[in-house]
């Protein structure tokens, strides 16, 4: 077959994933062919400089493609436009962080793969959050992983990152299989790879009985998907990745990856609710068969397996954070509790933009405010050798910036207003029991706010070392200026944007 | 101008963070300087709202996409409590003048509560006041965990995590009212005039009025969810207890009025079939627990060894002629309520301020076996007459604050159910007994050490007293006694406020 303009429009289309894979080969051929006899400062900064030329480029191109998005016969490929532009230029933006982090944080001197691997990476995480295409999401979905399987295992001399790494690997092999499976169900029922077409077959199929075998592919995927972003029962992954990982990988894992899984669940949960707007369809169906199914399309199952994946989240995210020693692992944990808000929001999601623009809204400033939090354990890990919550005993007196940055970025986790966390988890909630105000969603939503006030909790615990208990060591810690200036902007971006929190709201509503 | 107490009290607490180690007079200073200018604005805004009803002070859209408004607005009843915060915080100020350990970070989470709680008093959209509400919380434990004494790590999560709870049960509650109303706007007003209005099914109100009355009650000390207050007030710094009682408790039960009864009116209603006989609605339960709080409160402090769990449980007590006071739901009771978060804020903070700073940082000891032996009323005469003083208004005598707001209360209890108030009349008797036990052993006892305690606790020299010390407990029972004596100035201004709040908000 010949389809004239697709390679023009693939190229247009993917220009920023384009942008993100010359940088990503720039950056090899100088740091490896240019810079061999060079100090390791200076090559950690140059890859990562041209590292963020890369991700400014992408930005651009971003800006300045049209948002028809890329269709192949009719079906749409790749998006654009909408949700997955600013879950785009989050990932962007949230890439620059990760690498300005690295350049404070040199602990390997592959400087020039690092930053390779983490475009990679990132290109993935655009094709994730603009696919519309099983094929697609997939190829996007393994380009993502295979980056961050490699980031984790990036610190060569430690045991820990390997172990990590493997553990990581084999966890996501699996997880990769069961969503192939799931896919290949999907295929099965639907006899197409485009979202909206298996939406649609599926819709016929739940309606002449077919649902058994749709229920099945989507726990397949769901559990594909819920190990991505670190979802009670596949989660298991995560304490061990963020434990183990190198510092600025874990905070890429842990919120470029983020953003553009959840970019996907919102697609899939766009589709799959956009169903019910063709009632025509509807009566159409309930007219021509027999007995009437018990749910038509895909929707109402998986809604019901986001559900019990939230709430199963949400209470062992937060009650196993409790019992941690490591603020890493309490930070994965933490993260996993955090999936957990979100993916109620996914679960009750509306025809109109409120939910996807409130979990953009949550995962956006999630990313961001655990960008900052992993550069701040960085920073006392190398100077004290451990992560354990002692670590951190008197750091107000060692360095008092540093402990304000954590004051304001553990408090914004645990939803303090004015900060930006508060608002994410309000938008969030609100959006839910705008959605559906019946028994179910409010008891879930008063679960999600419950056990946010116990991981006030936890947060405090670490607060408590930083701020409360009498130090043992008062030697000054230093960060590198770089890491420094980050983690204040950051710490100042969760202030500013928790105080005027109109201002990142209206830029979400405005693509 | 009465915005400005809030911005005021933040600047300051970001100019104490920025502020160098070491200059700790400066601290001092400014943070006086802090909150005497904001004392100096709630007057002047006191005195310039005298006859007038609730005055917006600023109207602008904050999310508009939920229809969130920053909504600064006074009225009768915000116009007191903010008085009250201005006053708590210059003694609160004073009575931490010898705060030495990290003494400017002490003042920035000092100023950061102080204006957390001009905000709650000021706030008329639901969100804006929770945003405030919340601001409260995180200081307190700092202040506690860092300043405080007795267990403090304990008391200071114990009381972080029972506000927390709290204030989630009232952001569920909110959530859901914001729901439920379906409403584009979140402004009180326009939310109280939509309730009133028949606008919030009964049903709804009558689940959710609980919910949130008992978030906001939480931090008012309702028994049984009153445990975390004496840890906290024993644990606590001075000034930190001060604001506690002083202050803190009053915002939950400024919110049990504001947002409790304010916006669910139906939330009281009868429930159609009575329980035990007598309880036949909310109004009856809170009521019960209000009396509960009352005489439970009064007879614990008969019980205390240290000098400043006294003083906790009786807050308990006193908070609970607050919450009895608001289930009247008439008129006097009410407006008694508001009188009694007045003078309790002005009274404990007295109480406080001599048992925590004056004796304490002199004896090293709070108990009162050991201060029997010690003598007081000689040694140091300013402290005992000032606890002669601040007992009497505690114990509600004519001539103090506290007695025009517990006669109130009570009066307004007699009007809606009679027995409410021969319950809480044993509270006032219980009262005067624990006041006056602890005044005996602290101050007026005559007792010598027996040969096996240490005489030595006792009797280094106790130091003089310092002038921020005379000045905080002339301020504060200077008011005391004018509110006592001429407690029109207040009436004036919360009775029009209590009247249109109670009749459905507009003014």
Same mark, same amino acid.
């Given at each position: 077959?010949?389809?004239?303009?697709?390679?023009?429009?693939?190229?247009?289309?993917?220009?920023?994933?384009?942008?993100?894979?010359?940088?990503?080969?720039?950056?090899?051929?100088?740091?490896?062919?240019?810079?061999?006899?060079?100090?390791?400062?200076?090559?950690?900064?140059?890859?990562?400089?041209?590292?963020?030329?890369?991700?400014?480029?992408?930005?651009?191109?971003?800006?300045?493609?049209?948002?028809?998005?890329?269709?192949?016969?009719?079906?749409?490929?790749?998006?654009?436009?909408?949700?997955?532009?600013?879950?785009?230029?989050?990932?962007?933006?949230?890439?620059?962080?990760?690498?300005?982090?690295?350049?404070?944080?040199?602990?390997?001197?592959?400087?020039?793969?690092?930053?390779?691997?983490?475009?990679?990476?990132?290109?993935?995480?655009?094709?994730?959050?603009?696919?519309?295409?099983?094929?697609?999401?997939?190829?996007?979905?393994?380009?993502?992983?295979?980056?961050?399987?490699?980031?984790?295992?990036?610190?060569?001399?430690?045991?820990?990152?390997?172990?990590?790494?493997?553990?990581?690997?084999?966890?996501?092999?699996?997880?990769?299989?069961?969503?192939?499976?799931?896919?290949?169900?999907?295929?099965?029922?639907?006899?197409?790879?485009?979202?909206?077409?298996?939406?649609?077959?599926?819709?016929?199929?739940?309606?002449?009985?077919?649902?058994?075998?749709?229920?099945?592919?989507?726990?397949?995927?769901?559990?594909?998907?819920?190990?991505?972003?670190?979802?009670?029962?596949?989660?298991?992954?995560?304490?061990?990745?963020?434990?183990?990982?190198?510092?600025?990988?874990?905070?890429?894992?842990?919120?470029?990856?983020?953003?553009?899984?959840?970019?996907?669940?919102?697609?899939?949960?766009?589709?799959?609710?956009?169903?019910?707007?063709?009632?025509?369809?509807?009566?159409?169906?309930?007219?021509?068969?027999?007995?009437?199914?018990?749910?038509?399309?895909?929707?109402?199952?998986?809604?019901?397996?986001?559900?019990?994946?939230?709430?199963?989240?949400?209470?062992?995210?937060?009650?196993?954070?409790?019992?941690?020693?490591?603020?890493?692992?309490?930070?994965?944990?933490?993260?996993?509790?955090?999936?957990?808000?979100?993916?109620?929001?996914?679960?009750?999601?509306?025809?109109?933009?409120?939910?996807?623009?409130?979990?953009?809204?949550?995962?956006?400033?999630?990313?961001?405010?655990?960008?900052?939090?992993?550069?701040?354990?960085?920073?006392?890990?190398?100077?004290?050798?451990?992560?354990?919550?002692?670590?951190?005993?008197?750091?107000?007196?060692?360095?008092?910036?540093?402990?304000?940055?954590?004051?304001?970025?553990?408090?914004?986790?645990?939803?303090?207003?004015?900060?930006?966390?508060?608002?994410?988890?309000?938008?969030?909630?609100?959006?839910?029991?705008?959605?559906?105000?019946?028994?179910?969603?409010?008891?879930?939503?008063?679960?999600?706010?419950?056990?946010?006030?116990?991981?006030?909790?936890?947060?405090?615990?670490?607060?408590?070392?930083?701020?409360?208990?009498?130090?043992?060591?008062?030697?000054?810690?230093?960060?590198?200026?770089?890491?420094?200036?980050?983690?204040?902007?950051?710490?100042?971006?969760?202030?500013?944007?928790?105080?005027?929190?109109?201002?990142?709201?209206?830029?979400?509503?405005?693509? | 101008?009465?915005?400005?107490?809030?911005?005021?009290?933040?600047?300051?607490?970001?100019?104490?963070?920025?502020?160098?180690?070491?200059?700790?007079?400066?601290?001092?200073?400014?943070?006086?300087?802090?909150?005497?200018?904001?004392?100096?604005?709630?007057?002047?805004?006191?005195?310039?709202?005298?006859?007038?009803?609730?005055?917006?002070?600023?109207?602008?859209?904050?999310?508009?996409?939920?229809?969130?408004?920053?909504?600064?607005?006074?009225?009768?009843?915000?116009?007191?409590?903010?008085?009250?915060?201005?006053?708590?915080?210059?003694?609160?100020?004073?009575?931490?003048?010898?705060? +030495?350990?990290?003494?400017?970070?002490?003042?920035?989470?000092?100023?950061?509560?102080?204006?957390?709680?001009?905000?709650?008093?000021?706030?008329?959209?639901?969100?804006?006041?929770?945003?405030?509400?919340?601001?409260?919380?995180?200081?307190?434990?700092?202040?506690?965990?860092?300043?405080?004494?007795?267990?403090?790590?304990?008391?200071?999560?114990?009381?972080?995590?029972?506000?927390?709870?709290?204030?989630?049960?009232?952001?569920?509650?909110?959530?859901?009212?914001?729901?439920?109303?379906?409403?584009?706007?979140?402004?009180?007003?326009?939310?109280?005039?939509?309730?009133?209005?028949?606008?919030?099914?009964?049903?709804?109100?009558?689940?959710?009025?609980?919910?949130?009355?008992?978030?906001?009650?939480?931090?008012?000390?309702?028994?049984?969810?009153?445990?975390?207050?004496?840890?906290?007030?024993?644990?606590?710094?001075?000034?930190?207890?001060?604001?506690?009682?002083?202050?803190?408790?009053?915002?939950?039960?400024?919110?049990?009025?504001?947002?409790?009864?304010?916006?669910?009116?139906?939330?009281?209603?009868?429930?159609?079939?009575?329980?035990?006989?007598?309880?036949?609605?909310?109004?009856?339960?809170?009521?019960?627990?209000?009396?509960?709080?009352?005489?439970?409160?009064?007879?614990?402090?008969?019980?205390?060894?240290?000098?400043?769990?006294?003083?906790?449980?009786?807050?308990?007590?006193?908070?609970?002629?607050?919450?009895?006071?608001?289930?009247?739901?008439?008129?006097?009771?009410?407006?008694?309520?508001?009188?009694?978060?007045?003078?309790?804020?002005?009274?404990?903070?007295?109480?406080?301020?001599?048992?925590?700073?004056?004796?304490?940082?002199?004896?090293?000891?709070?108990?009162?076996?050991?201060? +029997?032996?010690?003598?007081?009323?000689?040694?140091?005469?300013?402290?005992?007459?000032?606890?002669?003083?601040?007992?009497?208004?505690?114990?509600?005598?004519?001539?103090?604050?506290?007695?025009?707001?517990?006669?109130?209360?009570?009066?307004?209890?007699?009007?809606?159910?009679?027995?409410?108030?021969?319950?809480?009349?044993?509270?006032?008797?219980?009262?005067?007994?624990?006041?006056?036990?602890?005044?005996?052993?602290?101050?007026?006892?005559?007792?010598?050490?027996?040969?096996?305690?240490?005489?030595?606790?006792?009797?280094?020299?106790?130091?003089?007293?310092?002038?921020?010390?005379?000045?905080?407990?002339?301020?504060?029972?200077?008011?005391?006694?004018?509110?006592?004596?001429?407690?029109?100035?207040?009436?004036?201004?919360?009775?029009?406020?209590?009247?249109?709040?109670?009749?459905?908000?507009?003014?």
């Amino acid at each position: 077959m010949n389809y004239p303009g697709f390679y023009p429009d693939l190229f247009r289309v993917t220009l920023p994933e384009t942008a993100l894979e010359v940088a990503a080969l720039l950056v090899l051929v100088i740091d490896l062919g240019f810079l061999r006899k060079a100090a390791l400062k200076v090559r950690v900064a140059v890859a990562a400089l041209i590292g963020i030329a890369g991700c400014g480029a992408a930005l651009w191109a971003l800006q300045c493609t049209a948002r028809s998005g890329l269709s192949f016969d009719g079906d749409v490929l790749l998006a654009q436009g909408g949700y997955t532009q600013v879950a785009q230029t989050g990932i962007l933006a949230l890439t620059i962080l990760t690498l300005l982090l690295f350049i404070g944080s040199a602990f390997t001197r592959h400087a020039g793969e690092y930053v390779s691997v983490v475009l990679m990476a990132a290109a993935g995480g655009l094709i994730v959050s603009s696919a519309q295409d099983l094929l697609v999401i997939f190829i996007g979905l393994e380009l993502l992983s295979l980056g961050l399987y490699i980031l984790t295992a990036f610190a060569k001399s430690s045991g820990k990152s390997a172990e990590a790494a493997m553990k990581y690997y084999l966890f996501g092999g699996m997880s990769a299989a069961f969503l192939l499976f799931g896919f290949s169900y999907l295929y099965g029922i639907s006899g197409s790879t485009n979202l909206n077409k298996i939406l649609l077959a599926s819709f016929y199929s739940s309606a002449s009985g077919g649902a058994p075998l749709l229920y099945v592919a989507l726990v397949l995927i769901a559990a594909g998907l819920g190990f991505k972003v670190a979802a009670v029962p596949f989660h298991l992954w995560a304490p061990d990745t963020y434990e183990g990982a190198p510092a600025p990988a874990a905070a890429f894992i842990a919120s470029v990856s983020k953003v553009a899984s959840f970019a996907l669940l919102i697609s899939i949960s766009t589709a799959a609710v956009h169903l019910f707007d063709g009632v025509h369809e509807l009566r159409f169906v309930a007219f021509t068969l027999g007995p009437p199914p018990k749910y038509l399309g895909l929707w109402i199952p998986w809604s019901l397996i986001l559900t019990v994946l939230s709430a199963a989240s949400m209470v062992v995210g937060n009650l196993a954070a409790l019992a941690q020693i490591s603020v890493r692992r309490l930070l994965a944990y933490s993260a996993i509790a955090h999936a957990g808000y979100i993916l109620l929001g996914l679960a009750f999601f509306s025809h109109s933009n409120a939910s996807a623009n409130a979990i953009l809204y949550y995962i956006l400033t999630y990313g961001l405010t655990t960008i900052g939090a992993f550069g701040v354990v960085d920073v006392v890990q190398r100077a004290t050798g451990s992560d354990r919550l002692d670590a951190f005993l008197g750091l107000h007196k060692r360095n008092p910036l540093l402990a304000a940055v954590l004051l304001v970025l553990f408090l914004s986790l645990a939803g303090i207003p004015p900060l930006v966390g508060f608002w994410a988890k309000f938008n969030l909630f609100a959006a839910v029991l705008g959605v559906s105000a019946g028994p179910v969603a409010f008891a879930l939503v008063a679960l999600a706010v419950a056990l946010s006030a116990v991981s006030l909790y936890y947060y405090l615990q670490v607060l408590k070392r930083a701020y409360v208990m009498p130090a043992v060591d008062e030697t000054p810690i230093k960060a590198h200026p770089v890491t420094m200036a980050v983690l204040l902007a950051i710490a100042a971006a969760v202030v500013v944007f928790g105080c005027f929190p109109a201002l990142l709201q209206n830029w979400i509503a405005g693509f | 101008m009465l915005a400005w107490t809030i911005y005021l009290s933040f600047a300051g607490a970001l100019l104490q963070a920025l502020l160098p180690k070491g200059r700790n007079d400066l601290a001092r200073w400014l943070a006086l300087a802090f909150a005497v200018a904001g004392l100096a604005l709630a007057v002047a805004g006191f005195v310039a709202g005298m006859g007038q009803g609730r005055v917006i002070i600023i109207d602008a859209p904050w999310v508009p996409t939920m229809g969130i408004h920053y909504l600064l607005a006074a009225d009768g009843i915000s116009r007191v409590l903010v008085l009250l915060t201005g006053l708590a915080a210059v003694a609160g100020v004073l009575f931490s003048w010898n705060i +030495e350990l990290r003494t400017n970070e002490f003042f920035a989470f000092f100023l950061a509560l102080i204006g957390g709680v001009y905000g709650v008093f000021l706030s008329f959209d639901l969100f804006l006041l929770f945003v405030f509400y919340e601001i409260a919380i995180v200081p307190k434990y700092f202040l506690i965990a860092i300043w405080g004494s007795t267990r403090r790590e304990y008391a200071a999560m114990k009381l972080a995590l029972y506000s927390f709870a709290g204030s989630a049960m009232v952001l569920i509650g909110l959530l859901a009212a914001y729901a439920t109303s379906g409403s584009h706007s979140t402004s009180l007003i326009d939310l109280a005039a939509y309730a009133h209005s028949g606008g919030l099914p009964v049903s709804f109100q009558m689940w959710c009025f609980p919910l949130v009355f008992t978030g906001f009650a939480i931090l008012a000390g309702m028994w049984p969810f009153h445990t975390w207050a004496p840890t906290g007030h024993v644990a606590a710094p001075t000034a930190a207890s001060m604001l506690l009682a002083g202050v803190v408790m009053k915002l939950g039960a400024y919110g049990c009025l504001r947002v409790g009864i304010w916006l669910f009116p139906h939330g009281l209603d009868s429930w159609g079939f009575t329980l035990l006989g007598f309880i036949g609605s909310w109004r009856d339960v809170f009521a019960l627990l209000a009396v509960i709080g009352i005489v439970y409160g009064a007879l614990v402090a008969l019980a205390q060894t240290d000098f400043k769990f006294v003083i906790g449980y009786s807050s308990v007590s006193h908070m609970g002629f607050v919450l009895l006071g608001l289930m009247t739901l008439n008129q006097i009771g009410v407006t008694g309520a508001v009188m009694q978060m007045f003078s309790h804020g002005i009274i404990a903070g007295l109480l406080f301020a001599i048992v925590g700073r004056i004796v304490y940082e002199r004896t090293h000891t709070r108990q009162l076996d050991e201060l +029997e032996t010690m003598h007081l009323a000689k040694r140091l005469p300013f402290a005992a007459w000032a606890f002669v003083v601040a007992g009497m208004a505690s114990m509600g005598l004519p001539g103090f604050s506290g007695f025009v707001a517990e006669l109130q209360v009570l009066v307004g209890a007699w009007t809606a159910k009679p027995w409410w108030t021969f319950a809480a009349g044993v509270g006032i008797v219980v009262g005067v007994a624990y006041t006056w036990r602890a005044l005996q052993k602290a101050f007026f006892s005559d007792r010598l050490p027996t040969a096996d305690e240490h005489p030595k606790t006792g009797w280094h020299n106790l130091g003089a007293i310092t002038w921020p010390e005379y000045a905080g407990v002339a301020l504060l029972t200077g008011v005391s006694l004018f509110v006592g004596l001429y407690p029109r100035i207040l009436l004036d201004t919360i009775e029009p406020a209590v009247k249109a709040l109670l009749a459905g908000g507009g003014q």
